[in-house]
């Protein structure tokens, strides 16, 4: 069974506990890239960091993820979802990443994301029937089309 998940926006203040997760969830994946840096991934987040796009994720008051979630003209895209290692394997990602596709469904956008080579998260999207439409030096790009 899922746990209660409780999914609100960012605060502008919550910019360097986000940077923090980040570095945190993407730690095994830039190691096995050879490009850990944690103060070069904290400040790629900061930089970009919208509080009105980003949404954190808690379980019993506990922040376990966020995500981000921008507009195009006719897709969304997910610039970000991280969920701390203790949480992952508990299908976290998989119900948040349903509520975002439903979300594109009912505006009628096609949802695109980004994913760095090695992680695990190309084998997360694709299960998730996301197709990879290109890919760059450091990361895969997908797409799921509106139905």
């Known amino acids: 069974m899922l746990p209660a998940m409780k999914i609100e926006p960012a605060q502008a203040q919550e ?4 940077a923090e997760l980040r570095v945190l969830a993407m730690r095994q994946s830039l190691e096995a890239l050879g490009r850990f840096d944690p103060d070069r991934a904290r400040q790629r987040f900061l930089d970009k960091f919208e509080p009105e796009s980003t949404w954190k994720i808690s379980i019993d008051s506990e922040l376990v993820g966020f995500y981000v979630v ?16 203790k949480h992952q394997s508990m299908k976290i990602g998989s119900k948040v990443l349903k509520e975002i596709v439903e979300a594109g469904q009912n505006q009628g ?5 980004g994913a760095l080579k ?3 998260s190309n084998k997360f999207y694709m299960s998730h029937n996301f197709v990879k439409i290109d890919e760059g030096e450091y990361d895969n790009y997908y797409e799921l089309k509106h139905s």
């Not at 921008?70 to 290692?85: A, K, S």
């Not at 956008?109 to 994301?113: A, E, G, R, T």
């Open 15 to 18: 910019g360097e506990v986000l």
């Open 109 to 113: 956008k096609s949802i695109k994301l």
């Open 118 to 120: 090695g992680s695990r």
């Open 70 to 85: 921008t507009e195009g003209p006719n897709f969304l895209n997910l610039d970000h979802l991280y969920i701390h290692p």
